[in-house]
């Protein structure tokens, strides 16, 4: 069994991709390598310039927001933002991550606990804590999943933000016209093979942009 | 920031965050309490209060069996915590997170450690009474001798149990395996403890309490180093 086969392609720093594909075809795992949350069983994976296998200074280039936000629900908000502060080494004030809360929308619930909140809520929490890590590569998996319009909005500067201070973004997701709208390269994969790589407009023109609404 | 301000800080973000959720969820103590309070109160009735030794030695049965009945109690209790420590990362994906934080990951065991001896110790603190008012024990006297042989078992148990409660966290049946996997290892922990604690409320006429606090500290270095070192490979998928 395999999940991924002839997998080759390099991403240059500053740009946004969107990964794109059925489900199983591999998109979450291929980003599970990435973040050195799995190890490839053959082949050469390299993150800022440096190996997978040296997993402590890949993930100090990279950050992830998934669609199963890591938080804790005896812990409020803003004790998970400290507690994830702390990990990434950071030295923020309670003022920065109370600002950090507001930019979500979440300034009113700063210090309810996390298990009382919505999913759209604990995503937007999640967006915050992405945040806080100044990572040269940002992985977004299914960021959109559970959110309202607002929500969309948030990831959606998220990711501006991040093209904004050149950072490079990898967008996993199954909302193709956002993939589409908010990155200028597209990776799709089918059966855990790349079906196609190449710019945006390129793959709106493609009969896979057909198939791609049954995606979604 | 040095690396070792910056690992202190993560090893104690982790401890702080652990002991936070179960201050507020008392999930695992609330069953350690139950559970430890019911073990001393079934093997009081059962062995009865009064029941002599016999004439070569002083006291009761209960109170010559303490020490063991003590210990089989609290480390039996304690497995549930360690099972909690990293149930709760499991709940929410924060396994996978932990996973992905840069830095060094011996801090998140460090971390779990820490909160894990913090609530076996408190744990221990309603314990060893209960069981003095129980078993007719003079623990008042005997305060700082039982509180050292506490905290080098403690220190032992945690040290190994945090470790196997990495390694198993992941499986369907952890909760059969964590004991089984652990306790084999921890036998001369758990020696050690039911004799040294057998001295201390019995008292020392050869004086071979020294020894065995030695045994439980040796064991501890060895146990913490050990884990320490291989932490890492336990959290890689």
Redesign the interface.
């Known amino acids: 069994m395999w999940a991924l086969r002839g997998i080759d392609f390099t991403v240059a720093a500053g740009e946004a991709v969107a990964l794109l594909g059925p489900n199983g075809s591999g998109k979450s795992t291929l980003l599970r390598i990435l973040v050195t949350a799995a190890r490839p069983t053959l082949g050469d994976v390299r993150v800022c310039g440096v190996p997978s296998s040296d997993g402590d200074r890949v993930r100090r280039h990279v950050g992830l927001l998934s669609d199963r936000p890591p938080l804790y629900n005896e812990l409020t908000a803003i004790e998970n933002l400290k507690f994830a502060a702390a990990m990434y080494g950071l030295q923020a004030s309670e003022e920065e991550l109370r600002g950090a809360l507001a930019d979500v929308g979440l300034a009113r619930a700063a210090t309810a606990r996390v298990g009382t909140f919505s999913q759209g809520m604990a995503q937007r929490l999640s967006v915050a804590r992405a945040a806080l890590q100044s990572a040269d590569l940002v992985l977004l998996d299914e960021p959109y999943n559970a959110l309202d319009a607002e929500g969309l909005r948030l990831v959606d500067q998220l990711l501006a933000r991040v093209r904004a201070a050149g950072k490079t973004a990898i967008l996993a997701t199954h909302h193709i016209a956002k993939g589409l709208a908010q990155c200028g390269r597209v990776i799709a994969l089918r059966g855990g093979r790349i079906a196609f790589d190449g710019p945006t407009a390129q793959f709106a023109a493609s009969p896979l942009a057909e198939e791609a609404g049954a995606w979604a | 920031?040095t690396a070792f301000a910056?690992e202190w800080?993560?090893t104690?973000?982790?401890a702080r965050?652990d002991l936070?959720?179960e201050r507020?969820?008392k999930a695992a103590f609330n069953a350690m309490a139950f559970f430890a309070g019911l073990v001393l109160l079934t093997f009081g009735f059962a062995l009865g209060p009064d029941v002599p030794v016999g004439e070569a030695r002083e006291g009761t049965l209960l109170q010559q069996l303490a020490p063991g009945l003590i210990w089989v109690t609290i480390l039996f209790a304690g497995v549930l915590a360690l099972d909690r420590s990293f149930q709760?990362e499991l709940?929410?994906?924060?396994l996978?997170?932990?996973?992905?934080?840069?830095?060094?990951r011996k801090a998140i065991y460090l971390g779990k450690f820490i909160a894990n001896v913090t609530i076996m110790l408190i744990m221990e603190m309603l314990v060893c009474p209960l069981a003095g008012i129980l078993y007719s024990l003079d623990l008042w006297g005997r305060l700082p001798g039982l509180a050292g042989v506490a905290i080098l078992t403690t220190t032992g148990f945690a040290a190994m149990g945090t470790f196997y409660a990495a390694l198993t966290a992941n499986l369907r049946a952890r909760q059969v395996l964590l004991p089984l996997l652990m306790f084999p290892v921890l036998i001369p922990v758990i020696l050690a403890a039911v004799k040294a604690t057998g001295l201390v409320l019995h008292g020392d006429p050869m004086g071979e309490l020294g020894s065995w606090l030695k045994l439980l500290g040796a064991v501890d270095v060895l146990f913490l180093t050990t884990c320490l070192l291989v932490f890492e490979y336990v959290l890689?998928?």
Not at chain 2, 91 to 94: I, P, S
Not at chain 2, 96 to 104: E, F, N, Q, V
Request: charged share 40%; net charge positive; glycine share 10%.
């Open positions: 920031m910056r800080q993560r104690w973000a982790v965050k936070l959720i507020r969820a709760v709940e929410r994906g924060g996978d997170a932990l996973r992905l934080y840069p830095g060094d890689e998928e």
